[in-house]
């Protein structure tokens, strides 16, 4: 009645759905599911609700170190954030709801994100810049929710945050759930670094504009919000991709001013993994320049909220494997938010490296 809810990938659900009881309509299915009552026993800041015939409800393999090794990413991102969720005495917690990934999505190895809320039917469309709830209650350090008018409700803090969801193996191999290892088969993706890529679009890498609609926002032309990593999105030559008709008032009233061409350079739909360096957009920070994954055409969810490793490695950065299709040989190699992962050791990657903690 009151709000409107959204995932990164402009998906609405009712803010109902969000509501956390024994048996409910879960997120990943429109199926009635029950939870699971498996749960972690640390997490950080977070609580990890599994949903009961999931990949993570079970006691055997894999379910049970699909739990594990998803908990210990919030525990280990936990103690990587200094956020007033660590005050003593402070108890609100984090709420995530892990399920499959749907059947919509087939070959994905897991998605994650966070969940933005917003008064319904806003007067004036350009809002300007929304963080989602698992950002604001990180950065606050109260719950996201606790102000929002949801009477008839059970309470503001038994609401999800944002949801985890894993497929049960990739495509033509397995996982790999080792937490003590740095080598794997040639046959095996590594669990934990796709989790911990996929947790940092929930934190909030990751970009709310359409490319694939004239650059209006993923929630929608009449709630055009923009995330606030998106105002550090600028073209080749430096120009900003957003713009603010009110100067005085920065982050509001923005509308996508570049050229579309920008961020769909060709207008089309084929999938590519490949960026043009020399145009590629970028995010420029004041601690941090890096290549954005811009690829000859646009793919929803993924263009914008990579980081392209093939154009934007540093000099120190060496390494045994090799991509021979790309400039340098190391795409999707170095950043844990490049936009692809693989099989075995190379890919890798169980920290970010600095410039994306900068990026945070």
Request: proline content about 6%.
């Amino acid at each position: 009645m009151f709000d409107k809810v959204f995932d990164r990938f402009g998906k609405e659900y009712a803010l109902a759905d969000l509501e956390i009881q024994s048996t409910r309509r879960t997120i990943g299915s429109s199926s009635i599911n029950s939870l699971s009552s498996y749960s972690c026993t640390n997490s950080g800041y977070f609580d990890l609700y599994f949903a009961a015939g999931s990949y993570f409800d079970g006691p055997s393999s894999p379910f049970a170190e699909k739990r594990d090794v998803l908990c210990q990413v919030f525990k280990d991102i936990s103690d990587f954030i200094i956020s007033p969720l660590a005050a003593p005495g402070n108890t609100v917690r984090i709420n995530i709801y892990c399920d499959n990934v749907p059947l919509t999505s087939p070959g994905t190895l897991a998605t994650a994100g966070a969940f933005y809320v917003f008064p319904a039917n806003p007067t004036y469309s350009n809002q300007g810049i929304i963080d989602n709830q698992i950002n604001k209650t990180l950065v606050t350090g109260q719950d996201a929710y606790a102000n929002y008018p949801v009477a008839g409700f059970i309470g503001a803090a038994n609401f999800f945050h944002g949801v985890v969801n894993t497929s049960f193996n990739p495509p033509s191999g397995t996982f790999n759930y080792a937490l003590n290892t740095n080598t794997i088969t040639n046959t095996q993706v590594d669990y934990y670094s796709v989790m911990l890529h996929e947790i940092f679009h929930a934190l909030g890498i990751g970009s709310l504009i359409n490319g694939g609609n004239n650059g209006i926002s993923q929630l929608g032309a009449s709630s055009n919000f923009y995330s606030r990593y998106d105002l550090f999105l600028q073209d080749a030559a430096g120009n900003p991709l957003l713009g603010s008709s009110t100067p005085l008032c920065p982050l509001y009233n923005l509308t996508y001013t570049a050229p579309l061409s920008v961020v769909n350079p060709s207008n089309c739909s084929a999938n590519s993994d490949l960026t043009n360096c020399t145009t590629a957009a970028k995010f420029a920070g004041t601690n941090t320049t890096l290549a954005v994954f811009t690829p000859s055409c646009w793919v929803n969810g993924s263009s914008l909220s990579h980081f392209e490793d093939m154009c934007t490695v540093p000099p120190s950065f060496t390494s045994a494997c090799n991509s021979p299709t790309t400039v340098g040989g190391y795409n999707n190699l170095y950043y844990v938010m490049s936009n692809s992962s693989d099989y075995g050791t190379c890919y890798i990657k169980r920290y970010p490296k600095p410039e994306e903690r900068f990026v945070l």
